[in-house]
């Protein structure tokens, strides 16, 4: 049979039991929690878009304005640099999404984009390449140097004789 306590008089924890009371409060307030635990790991996704929207800022002040060229060489590496913050972001989102409840639209988001900025980086950096391998022709590295392909103003040349 169950004994049940009286109703008049309330059980007293004794001081053992206030002992593990105070033990146990102690250590759930030192233990992270997993919330505590999943926000301090989850709250690197931002470092990293916090670097990629500086990387872009940096990106679009290259231009200087409407109508401006933008220099290749520089958009190559700046294009590099977004495309590494991309590889980085991208990696980590995949492989933190469900512990930080990452949705799929925008793993998928980062991804496109990433594929996007990789394609843009790929043309300036073709463009570069070209850009120096010009200035290299024109600094008398190889082709033609002179007008009409000759060796331009200089070295001789004979004027025709005959009745002028």
């Not at 512990?99 to 925008?106: A, G």
Request: net charge positive.
């Amino acid at each position: 049979m169950l004994r049940s306590l009286p109703t008049s008089c309330p059980a007293r924890p004794g001081p053992r039991s206030l002992a593990g009371l105070a033990a146990v409060a102690i250590a759930a307030a030192l233990l992270p929690l997993p919330a505590q635990a999943q926000s301090a790991s989850c709250q690197e996704l931002g470092t990293h878009l916090t670097e990629r929207k500086s990387l872009v800022e940096s990106i679009q002040k290259l231009g200087g304005g409407k109508g401006k060229p933008i220099d290749a060489k520089a958009a190559c590496t700046a294009f590099g640099k977004l495309v590494a913050n991309g590889t980085t972001t991208l990696k980590w989102a995949e492989s933190n999404k469900d512990w930080c409840q990452i949705p799929d639209q925008f793993v998928e988001g980062i991804k496109t984009d990433h594929e996007k900025v990789s394609k843009i980086r790929g043309q300036a950096c073709t463009a570069a390449a070209k850009q120096a391998e010009m200035q290299k022709n024109a600094a008398g590295g190889g082709g033609p140097q002179g007008l009409l392909g000759g060796n331009g103003l200089e070295g001789s040349f004979k004027i025709p004789q005959g009745a002028l």
